[in-house]
């Protein structure tokens, strides 16, 4: 869990699109390199799945945001 900025540390360019539990886009990054900093403030409180998408692969991973 985070509670106030994460960071996707990523080996090469990927699309990453953050999803709440409902299953809504929250937020699309495109062609991201090397890192992504996601911060609280850009997505507000609660459990998102982070989708990670290369050429090759796709990857979803939960994030889980604290209030405090």
Do not use: C, H
């Not at 080996?11 to 911060?39: F, P, Q």
């Amino acid at each position: 869990p985070t509670s106030t900025t994460t960071t996707l540390n990523l080996k090469t360019t990927a699309d990453v699109e953050i999803y709440n539990i409902l299953g809504e886009v929250v937020v699309n990054y495109s062609s991201v390199k090397n890192r992504l900093n996601i911060k609280k403030s850009d997505l507000g409180i609660g459990m998102f799945y982070v989708s990670i998408s290369t050429k090759n692969q796709k990857e979803i991973i939960k994030l889980i945001i604290k209030w405090w």
